[in-house]
């Protein structure tokens, strides 16, 4: 099972994550696992949530960035679901051997990430929490998907984007049955 775990704080008026999650939830083995429907008042289910995840081979943390990070009931969701002797250290090994992929979005355009721009720095500076936390729970890091620009996208590139995104999971999906 191939697990998105979606945090978007204002999905209905969503453009970018609308469209990708559009291009992939009716994938067979694709289970979208909407964090802000789920936990409005953010109190989260960890052992639900863990459940979950034990089922997948392909764990997607996919959300747009706010203030350089995800969202922040992700973040907890971080902090409460991925448990010390669960998913790292000491028997920590619920999570070993999963795919983890990243799927993001940034207002700003890709350009404005760079050291005499906007924002200072390239994107990928931005990238090792999120990529650490997978990491260090034993999970394999996938290349990640990223929109920029999304204030601003063209429906063209957005819709080539969300193609992909479906590619991608098709993919896996193919490997794990093949
Ligand atoms: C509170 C807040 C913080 C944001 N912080 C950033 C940021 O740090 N960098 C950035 O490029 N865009 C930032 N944005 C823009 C969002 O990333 C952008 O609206 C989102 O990726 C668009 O995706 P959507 O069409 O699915 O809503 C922020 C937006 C909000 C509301």
């Not at 459940?51 to 960035?65: D, N």
Request: hydrophobic letters at 45%.
């Amino acid at each position: 099972m191939i697990l998105i775990v979606y945090a978007h704080p204002h999905h209905s008026r969503s453009i970018a994550h609308r469209a990708l999650l559009d291009a992939v939830r009716d994938l067979p083995d694709v289970q979208v696992n909407s964090l802000y429907d789920r936990y409005p008042d953010f109190d989260i289910d960890v052992e639900a949530e863990q459940a979950l995840l034990a089922q997948a081979s392909l764990v997607i943390w996919q959300h747009p960035i706010y203030w350089y990070s995800p969202p922040a009931l992700l973040k907890l969701w971080f902090e409460v679901v991925l448990m010390r002797g669960w998913a790292y250290g000491a028997g920590g090994t619920a999570l070993q051997g999963k795919g983890c992929l990243w799927v993001t979005s940034t207002g700003s355009a890709e350009d404005d990430y760079r050291p005499d721009a906007a924002h200072g720095h390239p994107f990928g500076a931005f990238s090792p929490p999120v990529e650490r936390t997978a990491v260090l729970c034993g999970m394999v890091w996938q290349p990640p998907l990223i929109v920029h620009g999304a204030h601003r996208v063209d429906r063209t590139a957005l819709a080539a984007q969300a193609a992909h995104y479906r590619t991608r999971l098709e993919q896996w999906n193919a490997r794990s049955h093949g």
